[in-house]
């Protein structure tokens, strides 16, 4: 079918894939990093032999925490079609922001909403589009051919932008930035930019290692060890226990990791995972509050509930998606 020229999508025919939004506006989907991983160093912190919890003892505080977040939402997957090929699309929103907590008190601040329509296979749409005053989505393009990759571009936009929250607050030597998920900021500038991964993946650390994490107690962290991988800059990490588990959960349960760029030198990570293990319990939730306790902080739920609001009604955009669409339909 051709489209009408003064059509949105001129030259692309593109429907609506509706059996994706049975399962709502976001997918569950966490993208992760494909690196290999080239060696693993966990003796960086504590020679062979001594590897043991670590208990801080008078550890630094920092005058004020700034937590960075991100949610990103797919508002319709689409089947696009250019002269008889077919390929991939997604109409996506996401929020950004930050909540500080500074002298007890946290309060949200500065955030940003975007809204990107993605093609795949190296194809971008023509123009932005306009679904109504307000809603207007800003042609993006992946070069991977498969589903998901559109998706996987929404999800970089938005960790580029939590990327550009954390470097701006970290221009304050005062605040400690805890950015929710595996850190993106590779140089040593912003030194007190800590990555803070909820979801363990991966241990990383080898079967020697794992009683001394299993039995990790709560307020303790391990020793800090070294990643080095092939797509992603080096890091220093450590694991935090932030919260006591029940006798019937896993081993895991209430287990973080943390990491900074190896290239702030392992003096300040140190410093910043004896920081971090003091100051992160602090914010940990009740199991009746937040069904990702403990895992989870009270400051990252409520940005996270509060930037999902601020995208808007999910179903009434793919509406008016839908009615948009089916209006060139009937003026081609």
């Not at 005058?63 to 390929?87: C, N, P």
Request: with cysteine; net charge neutral; charged share 25%.
């Amino acid at each position: 079918m051709t489209q009408a020229r003064d059509s949105a999508f001129a030259g692309f025919d593109v429907r609506i894939d509706p059996w994706a939004v049975e399962y709502g506006g976001e997918t569950p989907t966490e993208f992760q990093d494909a690196t290999d991983e080239l060696g693993i160093d966990a003796y960086v912190e504590r020679e062979g032999g001594t590897w043991s919890p670590v208990l801080p003892a008078q550890a630094e505080l920092p005058e004020a925490l700034a937590i960075v977040d991100g949610v990103r939402r797919m508002e319709a997957r689409l089947v696009v079609t250019k002269t008889g090929r077919v390929l991939h699309g997604v109409l996506g929103a996401y929020g950004v922001g930050v909540v500080h907590c500074r002298n007890g008190h946290a309060t949200f601040g500065e955030e940003v909403r975007g809204r990107v329509v993605i093609f795949g296979a190296g194809e971008i749409p023509p123009a932005s589009v306009a679904i109504s005053p307000g809603l207007v989505y800003e042609p993006r393009s992946v070069p991977e051919e498969d589903p998901d990759a559109p998706l996987r571009g929404l999800h970089r936009e938005m960790r580029a932008v939590e990327e550009q929250f954390a470097r701006k607050l970290a221009a304050d030597a005062s605040v400690l930035v805890l950015a929710d998920g595996p850190l993106s900021i590779g140089d040593p500038t912003p030194g007190r930019v800590v990555g803070f991964v909820k979801r363990l993946f991966k241990l990383y650390l080898g079967p020697e290692h794992l009683p001394v994490l299993r039995t990790l107690p709560s307020g303790a962290r391990t020793p800090v060890f070294l990643i080095r991988s092939s797509g992603r800059f080096a890091r220093y990490s450590w694991f935090t226990r932030i919260a006591k588990r029940l006798a019937v959960e896993s081993d895991f349960t209430g287990l973080v990791r943390l990491e900074v760029a190896e290239g702030i030198g392992l003096d300040e990570a140190i410093r910043l995972a004896d920081m971090t293990t003091s100051v992160v319990p602090r914010f940990v939730p009740s199991r009746s509050r937040d069904p990702r306790a403990p895992q989870n902080l009270v400051p990252i739920g409520a940005l996270e509930q509060h930037l999902r609001h601020s995208l808007g009604d999910a179903r009434l955009i793919h509406r008016r998606l839908a009615t948009l669409l089916a209006r060139e339909f009937v003026n081609a």
